[in-house]
């Protein structure tokens, strides 16, 4: 089983920037994806960011294109979420997932076994 925590959530003003960052323990090399996923308050669980482990591929949900940037340091385990020029509506819960496969979607919900416990990002104007 693998371990993720996320940190770096907090509250930030309309335009501002943050920087969230997962942790994996108990690594398996049998997950081969990463993603961020966000919930809205009142709202679904959305696929933000996603990341292919051994080739970098990134994917990205249209609503954060260009304002976000997922990396990761395979040294470290880690995974990030770079965030700027964020909105209102970006506010939420930002859970770190892992996935063995994504099955051509790599913003699918149900292909992610591991999550970790979110991180809240408020973007007040």
């Known amino acids: 089983q693998v371990q993720l925590a996320e940190s770096g959530g907090g509250s930030v003003q309309v335009g501002g920037s943050l920087r969230l960052s997962c942790a994996a323990a108990?690594?398996?090399?049998?997950?081969?994806?990463m993603a961020w996923f966000r919930q809205p308050p009142g709202k679904e669980r959305e696929g933000v960011a996603s990341?292919?482990?051994?080739?970098?591929?990134?994917y990205y949900a249209s609503s954060v294109k260009g304002r976000f940037t997922i990396t990761q340091d395979t040294a470290k385990n880690a995974v990030y979420l770079d965030m700027n020029s964020l909105k209102p509506e970006d506010t939420g819960m930002y859970y770190c997932?892992?996935?063995?496969?994504?099955?051509?979607?790599?913003?699918?919900?149900?292909?992610?076994?591991?999550w970790g416990q979110g991180t809240p990002v408020t973007v007040s104007s």
């Open positions: 108990g690594y398996s090399y049998s997950r081969h994806w």
């Open positions: 997932a892992a996935a063995p496969s994504v099955d051509r979607v790599p913003l699918g919900m149900d292909k992610y076994v591991d």
């Open positions: 990341i292919y482990r051994y080739g970098g591929a990134t």
